[in-house]
C-alpha cells in the first residue's frame, strides 16, 4: 500500500467514524488550557482533571497566579506528577503572560515556547485547539501510533514525526488528525498490548499487517 493511499484511508476512517473529536482536558479559556497542558507533561489528562477545577477557582486569570508564590500553588498541584518543576513553570508561564503578552496567551509557536514549561508539544496543542492552526503536537501516542500504522516512516524523534505528518494530511484536518491518533493511542492502540481486536484500521496498519 503506498502511503497516500494509508493516509486517505487513515482519514477517510476517522471522519467517519470520530468526525467530531476534542481534547479531553477541561478548560474554558486559554489560559485554562495553557495551565492544564502544562501540567499533562508525563501525566494522565484524568490526574490533571481532578486537581484544575480548584486552581482555576483560586488563580482564575495570569493575573493572580502571578502574583502568588511557590507555597501557596504547590499544594494543588502536589498529587500531579513532577509538582516542584511544574509548580515553577506555572508561575513563570504566569508572569510572563503579564509582563510581555498583556496577559493574553500569544498565537505564534515560537512566542508560546518562550513561555515557562512549555515545548514544542505543548506550544502546537496550544495553537491547534485555541487557534486552530495546522500544527500537530506529537507526544508519546501521537509518536507511536502514527508508526504502527505507518503513517511515519524511520522517524527518530517528535520533530521529525510531525513533520511527516503534517507533510501528509490536509492543511484543515492537521487540528483534528492530532486529536485522532492521541485518543486512539490512549485508548485502542495501547503501548504494551494494541487492541487490535477492536481496531477498524487493521487493514491499513503495518504492525498489524506483521503480527497477523
Known amino acids: 500500500m503506498l502511503k497516500k493511499e494509508r493516509y486517505e484511508k487513515f482519514l477517510e476512517y476517522q471522519l467517519t467514524h470520530h468526525p467530531e473529536v476534542q481534547t479531553e482536558l477541561f478548560y474554558s479559556n ?3 488550557l495553557l495551565v ?8 494522565t489528562d484524568k490526574r ?3 486537581v484544575t477545577p480548584a486552581i482555576f477557582k483560586d488563580f482564575p486569570t495570569p493575573e493572580v497566579m502571578a502574583v502568588s508564590n511557590f507555597d501557596a500553588l504547590f499544594p494543588y498541584i502536589q498529587s500531579i506528577s513532577y ?7 506555572l508561575l513563570g508561564m504566569a508572569k510572563m503572560l503579564v509582563e510581555d503578552f498583556n496577559s493574553e496567551v500569544p498565537e505564534s509557536i515560537d512566542d508560546l515556547q518562550k513561555l515557562p514549561g512549555v515545548g514544542r508539544k505543548t506550544a502546537n496543542v496550544i495553537a491547534s485547539v485555541v487557534y486552530n492552526k495546522p500544527a500537530m503536537a506529537v507526544d508519546t501516542h501521537v509518536f507511536r501510533v502514527a508508526a504502527r ?3 511515519t516512516t524511520a522517524a527518530k524523534n517528535p520533530l521529525q514525526a510531525e513533520l511527516q505528518l503534517v507533510k501528509n494530511i490536509p492543511e484543515e484536518l492537521i487540528p483534528r488528525a492530532h486529536h485522532w491518533l492521541i485518543l486512539h493511542g490512549r485508548y485502542v492502540c495501547l503501548a504494551r498490548k494494541p487492541k487490535c481486536d477492536q481496531c477498524g484500521m ?3 496498519c503495518k504492525y498489524f499487517e506483521k503480527n497477523l
Request: with cysteine; aromatic share 4%.
Open 83 to 89: 509538582p516542584n518543576n511544574k509548580t515553577k513553570h
Open 202 to 204: 487493521t487493514g491499513i
Open 149 to 151: 500504522i505507518g503513517l
Open 48 to 50: 490533571v482533571n481532578l
Open 30 to 32: 486559554p489560559y485554562e
Open 36 to 43: 492544564a497542558v502544562i501540567l499533562s507533561a508525563q501525566c
